[in-house]
């Protein structure tokens, strides 16, 4: 679709793209510059999502074993 038939159906365009499931490739002079894509149903929780991923120290002072490129 070309861009300019695009900026004048956007909202339109949009709506078919999340009810139909549908994609939709931008052209500019008959080059495609960009898609148009439904997004997930399901966005991923905020909440909770870095779970289990925060490492644990006794002491967080205590040097962690690490060589660091500062300490060469």
């Given amino acids: 679709m070309p861009a300019g038939e695009f900026k004048t159906k956007c909202l339109e365009l949009m709506d078919n793209v999340r009810d139909r499931r ?3 490739t931008i052209t500019k002079r008959g080059v495609p ?3 148009i894509v439904p997004l997930d149903q399901t966005p991923e929780p905020v ?3 870095m779970a289990g991923t925060v490492l644990y120290y006794n ?3 205590e040097p962690t074993g ?3 490129e500062a300490d060469e």
Avoid: L, M, N, Y
């Fill in 47 to 49: 909440f909770g999502s």
């Fill in 22 to 24: 549908a994609e939709i």
């Fill in 66 to 68: 690490e060589k660091w």
């Fill in 33 to 35: 510059v960009c898609k």
């Fill in 59 to 61: 002491d967080p002072t």
